[in-house]
């Protein structure tokens, strides 16, 4: 890896729906290589978190471990969040509370929300674009938490001011799930800072772990 990094951060790694802090096995010792001190969550209902999913109603109950962990984090202290998937919506609602706290938003072939609609509205848009699809797939995805979770469609747009760091964006362009153009529809919607490209499908974290490890430690040593 060389000295790709000349500042040890401190990256939080953020799963999609349907999976856990694990997903990150193969991209993890490679980020803690470069020096990096990594923390990967668990939200609730996933992975070894002990809720239930009959325990998760709400899109901020199942958001709640990133949350908490951050505002336990200590006043001076800054985090590169990094999104996969699902994941880029944990990532909206956490910058929106904790903009001070955050040195660097990554989102991988992740759901970004935009400041002009609902938080919703990117999450209806890929549900839309996978309509048509394989039925079963369909429907595996609509249906797991927190997919269905509807209260995320009553919060409001998040705040226009979500600006005091940079967003960067890597898009997965053999993605079948979340396509290519919709990332990058979702791209243009955004402030993006940078955006980057792997040749992965939508589980780049297992497909493609050297590349979008490669990635996320360029990105957070450029803008982090």
Request: glycine share 4%.
């Amino acid at each position: 890896m060389g000295d790709i990094n000349n500042q040890a951060a401190h990256l939080v790694l953020i799963h999609g729906s349907s999976a856990g802090a694990w997903v990150w096995y193969k991209v993890k010792p490679m980020l803690e290589a470069a020096g990096h001190s990594i923390t990967a969550l668990d939200m609730s209902a996933s992975g070894v978190n002990t809720k239930t999913l009959e325990e998760v109603r709400t899109f901020d109950q199942y958001n709640e471990p990133l949350i908490e962990f951050m505002a336990n984090l200590p006043e001076n202290e800054k985090v590169v969040l990094v999104g996969h998937s699902l994941g880029g919506l944990n990532l909206a609602f956490a910058m929106e509370k904790f903009p001070e706290k955050i040195s660097l938003a990554v989102f991988v072939t992740a759901i970004l929300p935009d400041t002009q609609h609902q938080p919703s509205y990117m999450l209806e848009k890929f549900i839309e674009s996978i309509s048509g699809a394989d039925e079963e797939q369909d429907t595996a995805v609509v249906s797991s938490t927190p997919f269905q979770l509807t209260p995320i469609e009553q919060t409001s747009s998040l705040k226009t001011d979500m600006d005091p760091f940079p967003r960067v964006y890597i898009v997965c362009t053999e993605d079948i799930l979340l396509s290519p153009s919709l990332q990058r529809y979702m791209i243009e919607q955004n402030e993006v800072k940078e955006v980057m490209e792997i040749p992965a499908d939508h589980m780049a974290v297992f497909s493609k772990p050297k590349e979008l490890g490669q990635c996320i430690l360029e990105l957070a040593q450029k803008h982090a």
